[in-house]
């Protein structure tokens, strides 16, 4: 399994009655989520429509662990019923550039 960080773009549409829902799920998990193991970045932002999360973990294995960490089923159970489509989530894999310091997260 790759040691190599790993970057997750997780992206929230919610429904039109349920944005303060949502973020404040996501806000809480994000407290849980910055102590579990591997995590360097759990970091919520906001557009008009959607809610997105921008993830780096440690290692893929970070990852994975995270993915079946409580968590993540707690934050599932509050936030599926109010989204209009199931959480977009891309795994990503860092391709550096330019300046060391700016060219990768």
Not at 36 to 50: F, I, K, M, S, V
């Amino acid at each position: 399994m790759s040691q190599n960080p790993v970057v997750v773009t997780a992206v929230f549409q919610f429904r039109p009655d349920a944005r303060d829902r949502v973020r404040d799920a996501l806000r809480a998990a994000a407290a849980r989520v910055h102590e579990e193991p591997g995590c360097e970045l759990y970091a919520l932002h906001e557009a008009e429509d959607r809610l997105v999360l921008v993830e780096k973990w440690a290692s893929r294995r970070a990852l994975d662990t995270h993915s079946a960490a409580t968590a993540v089923r707690d934050l599932h159970a509050r936030v599926d019923d109010l989204l209009l489509a199931p959480a977009e989530v891309t795994v990503l894999s860092p391709v550096p550039s330019g300046r060391p310091d700016r060219g990768a997260l």
